[in-house]
């Protein structure tokens, strides 16, 4: 009701669904390392806990009681904020994920501009950083930042409008209901989903992506020079911007918490189960990328942003919208 | 006379291969040379007619000779070097600093009166005032590096790429002037990997220098033992036994194999690839997991003697060998699809820090990467030495002297070693595995009990090491990176006398700036990871 949102669940999710994102994350770096050693011919983290599980843990009290430095030469104040932009922002578009029917914080029926919203705050915390750092490489990372997400920032939401103009709501609840009757998106919308998950790696900037970090050119980019808490916050921010867009790319485009059709005999099955199976399932897509690609120049991505994937974002609009009249 | 060999003589001298000095002070075997304190000396090698050309200038000392830098472009960090080791000045060279030792450096370490070892200096003291110094010395003051701080309508961002930077390979330092991400100009900044090579060799035995030579290209590993004992066999006039030579090409083509895998899959990382580097490295393991069976070390095994080899070949070193060379083929033709063939590594690097075979020439760049160019010069085809000439391989080579090009040469000159190896394995020679020589090999133990000359013989050979009648040599490999020679001056004593190192990686990195002006930092990266050289083979 209030700015449009309507409250079908008390705030009773919000502890879990932040505990959950983040101990996700936290699980996440762990899971990554192990399945990248498994990749690469070599072990992974596989000494503290079974599997090396409770390394993440370790990691996690090794950084929260690291000297909390801040860079003399910086600007205090935005060096502090901007990692609390970037998770925090990212944090805050969980309010709109429907996790199965009903589990929700605040089912909206704008919840795709919601999330393109604070996707693009979390830019606002990437720029900040590599600005306040007062480090030329975290500027430059910064800069590349800025360029690389107003770019993709673009074409991401226009490669969602062709979702939306099939499910004829802004809400993601209603769109995943609007694929029950029918194909999942991944079909009518395959060049959006192609779209919208390159987009979504830019916006993690994960390894294909990851310019504005570019760890062999910019050292750590735009944060070079965070350490301790303050690292691990930005570090744990990525972490979820990639869960958060597992969670968006099946909701979009993979039915959400829909199964197998009725009967195959699995209607016993709890929703949750299904989205988490295809979360997990796309996440590791994400790692197996990181894995396999180089990085392209940074000018190079920029063109094919702009040259290759926004006219197709264009198109696919243009193409969805004549069918969706024809069809009416 | 230099630009006349260069330019206009019959036989074009087109790469001025090296050049340093030599503090003739103390020699005392100088015969028909002109009396001086300092020898300037200039290795100038014509590939057209395939023709060595060594050039010595007599300075007395604080006499200066001019520079060749405007022939030469190759010869600026060679002059510099020359000043800063030996305090010859060089006339018309336009940044004559030291390029190698700190720059508050008090003396030129190569000249005979500095000393060799802290032992024989005053104990070190830091005062205030000394450290302030430095410091201050060490401020980046752009002007001092050549660039300019604003254009019209621009001010440039410096940016200190180094020396402790994930991509430099070491410590390596470059000066960058950027506008935006454009490099309008970069300074490399070498030094901070000087150990005193050459230096060492003055004070370490003829024997007792083996170790010290792994060190130089420390991914080669025998292979820098091979120049320096060929040197010393020549001026010493020892011949070595075939099997001895056959173990030596197939040691130096095994670590041939393993640094251009690590530099295979140091190139597809900086360019943003994460994985191949873990397959390259578990290969290079197995591969030194066979060094290791043969020589007991695996980087650096010192393994090579004057005369030979340390020890004979353990039993069952053929069924490892032959093992390995069935098994990496399939492994590069899997990388090639997963690295080489991948478009935007290719995106990342053709087209990307080319240059022409002359240009190549003109600074000094040898080995895969003048190959690159599609210049064929290879050291084992046409001037083959240690039985190269025995065995049957092709020497690789490519069009654009790009970032890529310099990567295809070097995987194809993987395939090309593993087929040397395998012949190796399949034709080792039976015999002696060192020469039979008083100067290599003491008198056998058992019979120094029974007569006192062989005691004696055997005393001073384990003790001090043999004595290399006075005599001058160099020689140049073919070694992973390009050429590598030593240039051995013995006075007639148990140690050299001068001991020049060239190394390949030294020239390769002064003509960074040439390749990558205009080009943006990112390209820079992949430029720096196709030039293939380790720290320690600059600096020395």
Known sequence: MMFGFELNMSYVL????????????????????????????????????????????????????????????????????????????????????????????????????????????????????????????????????????????????????????????????????????????????????????????????????????????????????????????????????????????????????????????????HPIVWFGVKVAVVINFFILLRAAIPRPRYDQLMARGWKILLPLSLVNILATGAIRLATV | MLRYLKEEADDKYELLFDLSAIDERLRQFRDDQPDCDFTVFYHLISLSSDRDLRLKVALDDGESVDSITSIYPVADWYEREAFDMFGVKFDGHANLRRILSPPLWQGHPLRKEHPARATEMDPYRNSPEFQKAQQDSLRFVPEEWGMSRTAEHTDFMFLNLGPNHPSVHGVFRIALQLDGEVIVQ??????????????????????????????????????NNLPYVMNVETMAGIQVPERAEVIRVMLCEMFRVASHLLFYGTFAQDVGQMSPVFYMFADRERLFSIVEAITGGRMHPSWFRIGGVCQDLPEGWDRMVIDFCDYMPKRLDHYENMALKNKILQRRTKGIGAYTAAEGLDWGITGPSLRATGHDWDLRKNRPYSGYDQFDFEIPTAANGDCFDRCVVRVEEIRQSLRIIRQCAENMPAGPYKADHRLTTPPPKERTMQDIETLIHHFLNVSWGPVIPPSESATIVEATKGWTSFYSISDGGTMAYRSRVRTPSFPALQQIPFISNGFMVADLIAIVASIDFVMADVDR
């Open chain 1, 14 to 269: 919000i502890v879990p669904v932040v505990a959950g994102a983040m101990g996700f994350a936290l699980a996440l770096v762990w899971w990554e390392r192990r399945i990248l050693g498994f990749w690469q011919d070599r072990l992974g983290p596989n000494r503290v806990g079974p599997f090396g599980i409770l390394q993440a843990l370790a990691d996690m009290i090794k950084l929260m009681f690291k000297d909390d430095w801040l860079p003399p030469f910086g600007d205090r104040f935005f060096f502090v904020l901007a990692p609390i932009v970037v998770a925090g922002s990212m944090l805050l578009a969980y309010v709109v994920v429907p996790f199965s029917p009903g589990w929700v914080i605040a089912d909206s029926n704008i919840a795709i501009l919601w999330f393109l919203a604070m996707s693009s705050l979390a830019v606002y915390g990437v720029l900040l950083a590599g600005l306040a750092s007062n480090n030329k490489y975290s500027l430059l990372g910064g800069l590349r930042a800025a360029a690389q997400m107003v770019t993709y920032e673009v074409f991401m939401g226009l490669s969602l409008l062709g979702v939306v103009i099939h499910a004829g709501t802004f809400s993601l609840s209603g769109i995943v209901e609007a694929q029950a009757e029918g194909l999942w998106f991944c079909i009518p919308q395959a060049l959006g989903l192609v779209i919208f998950f390159i987009a979504g790696l830019a916006e993690s900037h994960r390894l294909p992506f990851d310019l504005p970090e570019a760890e062999h050119e910019l050292t750590a980019g735009f944060h070079t020079e965070y350490s301790g808490m303050k690292f691990g916050v930005i570090m744990a921010g990525e972490y979820v911007a990639m869960i958060l867009t597992s969670c968006l790319t099946v909701l979009l485009f993979f039915g959400g918490w829909l199964g197998t059709p009725e009967g195959w005999g699995l209607d016993w099955v």
């Open chain 2, 186 to 223: 970069a300074v490399p900044d070498i030094g901070y990997h000087h150990r005193g090579q050459e230096k060492m060799a003055e004070r370490q035995s003829w024997h007792t220098y083996i170790p010290y030579t792994d060190r130089i290209d420390y991914l080669g590993g025998v292979m």
